[in-house]
């Protein structure tokens, strides 16, 4: 079941972050660290009500954010289509254990319905340049790859952008 997170599901949520954290790290994916994602960040989602929870069996297993404010570093990228009427995808994590069982694909599914049923032009997201599995993900799903951005706290390697359009 995927529902809206709620205050009780944050520290699930940071431990899920965590130990996808710890899980590229080991396989020498330096896409999140100790700065990123941040609980911070997961309260400003709760509070803006764009974060939503994978519950299976009353387990949290895995998280989305599913956004319309475009970051500031998106801004230079030539999106697809203009930049009015976009969602965002951001910290989509399913925790290590149970990585491989189609999660992932389930959130970006109900993800991808959500800005279609609610007639948005596209979904945009990031993902980092030496994380090859995510950039298969998106593209098998049928994502343009269209620029590159920088997070310095997260890496000095940059970010892949990439949009479906609706």
Not at 66 to 93: C, G, Q
């Amino acid at each position: 079941m995927i529902r809206k997170a709620n205050q009780k599901d944050i520290e699930t949520i940071i431990n899920v972050t965590k130990a996808c954290a710890k899980d590229m790290i080991a396989k020498d994916i330096f896409q999140w660290n100790e700065y990123y994602p941040s609980p911070s960040a997961f309260q400003n989602d709760l509070k803006r009500r764009e974060l939503y929870v994978l519950e299976i069996n009353a387990t949290i297993q895995g998280c989305i954010v599913i956004s319309t404010f475009m970051d500031v570093e998106y801004e230079p990228i030539k999106w697809m289509t203009l930049n009015d009427n976009n969602i965002y995808i951001h910290r989509l994590a399913i925790h290590p254990k149970f990585q491989g069982r189609g999660y992932a694909q389930q959130l970006m599914d109900f993800a991808e319905q959500f800005a279609f049923d609610n007639n948005y032009s596209s979904v945009r997201l990031d993902t980092f340049s030496q994380n090859k599995r995510n950039q298969n993900f998106y593209e098998l799903r049928g994502y343009k790859r269209l620029g590159d951005i920088y997070f310095p706290k997260q890496s000095d390697f940059p970010f892949h952008c990439y949009e479906l359009v609706l």
